[in-house]
């Protein structure tokens, strides 16, 4: 097992009296990641690392996790700007990075707050197609429904579901032998996952248990873009619209519709890796690769 990179650990006071605990690392001009949903300031640790060489950079636990305080009421879109607002000013980065939901996030922020120069949007998630949303919220449903029931194996099968049946994408064919095992086999693989990493959780890191609940919260925030698309076209950062080499069809339907309508915009491609590409067991470092690039531009 790889040794988990050095940090420091800071925290910020949202609007909302809110704590926002981020882990710290490296040296150099200032750049605030995030991770999606369902996930914690510990899965982008890796990529955190490869840019720490030349940027100091800032990894919050999004509310609701780790160290930083709960959801609190009212959460949304506004909760999380407002955090996002309270760490630049405290950091003074103008660069920020969001994977899947953290991207929507960073997106948002970039249209509110001009202290962000530069913001790198990892396949976001945003309500483009309602017939597409109608799959992902359908899959959220039952989601919801096996957590209340305390069925967190299932959960996660559940979740897994959004990679082919929001937009019907086919199952890549190195994975095909996947649909030969049955569901209930792979549920009870997810069950032993859970409880696995739960006994070998330590430090910072906050169990995949605990996180996989909080993935109701950012179905709230891609259902809170609807309708919401025309107003991206007053975005005065400049943003880089980046994405696997085979993303999800919703997400490029996604990422397509922002294509449009940005002003400042340009796209690259990751060569390896899928939609968790900037995490821990994706290909982090050539993620890192096309964020120097882009933030170090003129």
């Known amino acids: 097992m790889s040794k988990k ?38 899965t982008l640790m890796k990529l955190g690392s490869a840019l720490s060489d030349e940027f100091t950079v800032y990894i919050p636990d999004r509310r609701g996790r780790g160290l930083s305080g709960p959801f609190g009421d009212q959460y949304g879109l506004k909760r999380e700007v407002e955090d996002m607002d309270a760490l630049l000013k405290k950091t003074g980065a103008h660069n920020v990075f969001g994977t899947a939901t953290g991207g929507t996030i960073a997106l948002q922020s970039a249209l509110e707050l001009s202290a962000i120069h530069k913001a790198v949007i990892f396949e976001l998630v945003f309500y483009i197609n309602k017939e ?3 799959n992902f919220n359908e899959i959220g ?12 194996g299932a959960a996660m099968w559940t979740l897994g579901e959004i990679a082919t049946k929001v937009s019907g994408d086919p199952t890549p064919s190195e994975y095909n032998w996947i649909t030969y095992i049955p569901d209930s086999i792979w ?11 739960g006994l070998m959780v330590s ?14 919260n950012d179905l709230l925030l891609i259902n809170e873009t609807k309708g919401t698309l025309e107003n991206f076209k007053d975005v005065s950062a400049e943003i880089l619209l980046l994405s696997s080499r085979k993303p999800f069809l919703f997400i490029t ?4 519709a922002l294509n449009k309508v940005l002003p400042h915009i340009e ?17 982090p470092l050539l993620v890192a690769q096309e964020l120097k690039r882009f933030y170090k531009s003129k």
């Open 5 to 42: 990179p050095n940090y420091t650990k800071g925290s910020v006071t949202s609007k909302d009296g809110t704590i926002i605990g981020y882990r710290q690392m490296g040296n150099g001009p200032g750049i605030i990641i995030l991770h999606g949903g369902g996930k914690g300031s510990q």
């Open 132 to 134: 597409e949303m109608d």
């Open 141 to 152: 449903k039952r989601y919801d429904q096996q957590v209340n029931e305390g069925k967190l």
């Open 187 to 197: 549920i009870l693989i997810f069950r032993l996952i859970l409880e696995f990493d």
């Open 203 to 216: 430090g910072d890191d906050v169990p995949l248990r605990e996180l996989l609940l909080t993935f109701h």
């Open 253 to 256: 339907h996604i990422l397509d």
């Open 267 to 283: 796209r690259a491609v990751i060569q390896e890796g899928d939609h968790e590409a900037a995490e821990e067991r994706g290909k």
